[in-house]
């Protein structure tokens, strides 16, 4: 049974930093593509950052690029976020997905849809 658990979250100050973490168990973590996701309310969700299988190949959305980084530690199953320089415009919750065909890092962007497990989620608040 695959679970994806995210931690990090809450609440602060624009301009701050935040790191998210995400655990996936239950699968074969050097085969998935994973990836960091977001949906404020009343918005859609959207790929924040994914990273490929191998950690060779990485997206990030343009509202993000140059502020926030991803990065995988596969003898943790882990993969982190670090989110620098944040904005009121960044609150919302973030989640964790992982892709099993491990190769629809691209698709981050385009179709969040493509990624198969999800967490629960973590909340990121940004105050101005």
């Known amino acids: 049974q695959v679970q994806v658990v995210e931690s990090g979250g809450g609440l602060v100050q624009a301009g701050g930093s935040l790191r998210l973490s995400c655990t996936a168990s239950?699968?074969?973590?050097?085969?998935?593509?994973m990836g960091w996701f977001r949906q404020a309310p009343g918005k859609e969700r959207e790929g924040v950052s994914c990273i490929s299988w191998s950690g060779g190949s990485t997206y990030y959305a343009d509202s993000v690029k140059g502020r926030f980084t991803i990065s995988q530690d596969n003898a943790k199953n882990t993969i982190y976020l670090q989110m620098s320089s944040l904005k009121p415009e960044d609150t919302a919750m973030y989640y964790c997905?992982?892709?099993?065909?491990?190769?629809?890092?691209?698709?981050?962007?385009?179709?969040?849809?493509?990624?198969?497990?999800w967490g629960q989620g973590t909340q990121v608040t940004v105050s101005s």
């Open positions: 239950g699968l074969t973590f050097d085969d998935y593509a």
């Open positions: 997905a992982a892709d099993s065909s491990g190769s629809r890092w691209y698709l981050c962007g385009a179709n969040p849809r493509a990624f198969d497990y």
